[in-house]
């Protein structure tokens, strides 16, 4: 068992190994508040150490517009359309047609995924999993928002500096051996309770494709992101993260690596680590954040942590929502 700085006992990765059953590998059962999954590593404690990340005063907002990625990289999510209408000369309102939900900038929930061998997060039923319901829903994250200290990981500055650039273009995988390297090059370490953010430059790089490149790009089913593998999985449990999120389409590599240990227990999602972090851990995923601004000014002040608040749609049973994140430095 690991004790966390600020109280909290869990078992490691490995132990989570050796739980009996269905439990095996899973994280069902250990949080105070079953429903909200890995956010419950961020203890009152940690949420007041997190303000000594304020150091500027700075404030990034860390979404994209909801119809930035037009034509993006999903095959079904597509732009929402935004209609303004008035009932008399003195009065607009407005609503959305076609908004998904994940289709920008992103939080996903813990029914986003179900695990293809034990089902969804704590043994949830499948039929308790529609709409109207609320178990596992987005609205969790929403009535008791996620905040905490936040750490970005600038791997792309990382490997420009190496000389070596991240192949977007070519979707190259990203290894846990290069998170912990950038990290150590940037001097900070994680904490339990930590919003972890990957700044990898494909958001970026991808929104400055032309409509056309950005369509093949689509196509080719090829982005860059982290490679799967177990020691990924064990790195994030054991480290306490509440939190992982990514400025790029899938958080994980696509297509997943040769080798992933999760091409016979992940099938339905062909080897990829969701399952894994969601189902199993409770771990929430963002992905397609808007870290290029904030990474900058950190670059400037050598401070790679932030005070981070994360309130998604308060929608009831939401599998995902925009992440609604904001970022204090």
């Not at 070596?164 to 998170?179: N, Q, Y």
């Not at 790195?235 to 297509?255: K, Q, T, V």
Request: net charge negative; hydrophobic share 35%; proline share 7%.
């Amino acid at each position: 068992m690991n004790v966390n700085t600020y109280g909290g006992t869990y078992p490691t990765f490995t132990e989570l190994l050796d739980r009996e059953g269905r439990l095996a590998g899973t994280s069902w059962g250990l949080f105070p508040e079953p429903d909200r999954g890995t956010p419950s590593f961020i203890t009152q404690d940690a949420i007041l150490e997190a303000r000594k990340s304020i150091r500027t005063g700075a404030v990034f907002g860390l979404d994209y517009p909801a119809d930035a990625f037009d034509p993006g990289m999903s095959l079904k999510r597509g732009a929402p359309r935004h209609t303004i209408y008035s009932s008399h000369p003195a009065h607009r309102d407005d609503y959305l047609d076609g908004y998904y939900l994940q289709g920008s900038t992103q939080i996903d929930g813990l029914r986003h995924r179900r695990a293809d061998d034990v089902g969804f997060y704590n043994g949830t039923p499948d039929g308790r999993v529609k709409e109207g319901t609320p178990d596992l829903g987005i609205q969790e994250w929403a009535e008791n928002p996620i905040v905490g200290r936040g750490v970005l990981v600038d791997l792309d500055g990382y490997r420009t500096g190496q000389g070596s650039p991240i192949d977007h273009e070519g979707g190259e995988p990203l290894s846990l051996d290069l998170i912990q390297s950038a990290l150590t090059a940037q001097s900070v370490s994680i904490r339990p309770g930590d919003i972890l953010m990957l700044h990898t430059g494909w958001c970026e790089w991808f929104l400055g494709l032309t409509a056309r490149d950005k369509e093949q790009t689509r196509d080719g089913r090829r982005a860059t992101g982290i490679a799967q593998s177990e020691e990924f999985v064990a790195w994030a449990w054991d480290n306490r993260l509440a939190l992982l999120a990514a400025d790029n389409f899938a958080l994980e590599c696509l297509p997943v690596v040769p080798g992933s240990p999760f091409l016979n227990s992940a099938p339905n999602d062909r080897g990829m680590m969701h399952q894994q972090l969601l189902a199993k851990l409770g771990l929430p995923l963002g992905e397609l954040w808007r870290l290029g601004p904030l990474c900058r000014h950190m670059r400037t002040t050598g401070s790679w942590d932030a005070f981070i608040s994360i309130k998604p749609l308060n929608i009831t049973g939401g599998t995902g929502s925009p992440a609604n994140a904001t970022s204090v430095v």
